[in-house]
């Protein structure tokens, strides 16, 4: 079984997000890369090299990041390329281009989508998306994804992901009739981060929780499943609420997070071994050169992978920023003690 205490670094990350751009079409009022019109794009040879890398490592999945990664010209190219070497491929999205790149995104073998609306209302995604029909676009482009997709396998999962703050809290509920129409498969709920303009205060998080238990009550005769512990993200102790009307998010008791994500900046060649913190670059939990020298040297370098473990065993008490995700899927690892040869991992499951 495995040390649940952390006492073992493996040997290779399970998923690596690779940061493929920086460019984006739309301006999110979260997002630091917003409307940013960057020329940088991974050269598509050097994407293929690192994952030839991965999959010789048993890594599991590459998921694309940006800005929208569906800018990248050789997107579609280097999803066929990924899944001929057997690994699972995902993006993360606006979803403006969905409808127009569906057919080719199947095609090409993509077993994930991971698409931001933040309300169900139109007019309110589309203003913190700063982005005319964004809304529009991108329930059109899951619809159409789920319409052409083969259920029956069930190789291409849909995720909802949805940004909670001061101005969507009070009515995410509504999500779940459209979350079922248009086939999705997960919803993830996460709370606002380091935008403090659009924290909840605590009485917000008090009425969010009385919608928190109506989406609790829904999803029980829905076909959409919640990517978290449950739906009360942002806590119920009067402790709980406070930390995270100050930003504090929830974590788990124990973190495995860094000894199996590994989160690539192609442009700047510099890598972070957990999703929610690339900005801890330069810092212990980061590394640069990633594209100097073989991978597995780097993901294995002994001072690296120290750093990895003892973050490992102190995430849960320094960490402000976990995503509910993570959070879950720390408590599905530790209590199923699965050894790590036969853990099939997802992020989205």
Known sequence: MMNTCVSAVPRSPKIAYIRILEACNAKCKMCRFAGSTD?????????????AELAELDTEEIRFTGGEP????????????????????????NGSRLKHYAAELVDA?????????????AEIHNTLRGTPRLFED????????????????????????????????????EF??????????????????????????????KQYNVVAARIQDRLQTSRVRLNAVNPFIFG???????????????????????LYVSYID??????????????????PLSVEGVFERPFKDI?????????RQSFSQVAPQVCTGCEPANVKWNKDYHERQLEAADYSFSWDS
């Not at 789920?146 to 069930?154: A, Q, S």
């Not at 498969?185 to 403090?196: E, S, T, Y």
């Open 39 to 51: 020329i940088y794009r991974l050269p598509l040879e050097k994407l293929k090299q690192l994952a």
């Open 70 to 93: 569906t800018l990248h010209e050789d997107l579609m190219e280097a999803i066929r390329f990924i899944r001929s070497l057997g690994l699972r491929v995902s993006t993360i999205t």
């Open 109 to 121: 073998g993509i077993t994930g989508i991971v698409c931001s609306l933040d309300s169900p209302r």
């Open 138 to 173: 991108a329930v059109e482009g899951l619809a159409e994804i789920d319409r052409l997709r083969d259920r029956e396998k069930g190789g291409l999962k849909l995720v909802v992901n949805s940004i909670v703050s001061n101005r969507t809290y009070d009515h995410l509920d």
């Open 176 to 205: 779940i009739p459209l979350l079922d129409e248009i086939g999705v498969d997960l919803w993830r709920l996460n709370p606002i981060k380091d935008v403090k303009g659009m924290y909840l205060t605590p009485d917000e998080i």
């Open 236 to 258: 119920t102790s009067e402790e709980e609420i406070e930390g995270c009307s100050k930003g504090k998010a929830l974590t788990y008791s124990k973190c495995f997070v860094p």
């Open 266 to 283: 192609a442009k700047n060649g510099s890598m972070t071994a957990c999703q929610c913190l690339p900005h801890r670059k330069g810092k």
């Open 299 to 307: 993901w294995n370098e002994s001072q690296f992978a120290s750093n």
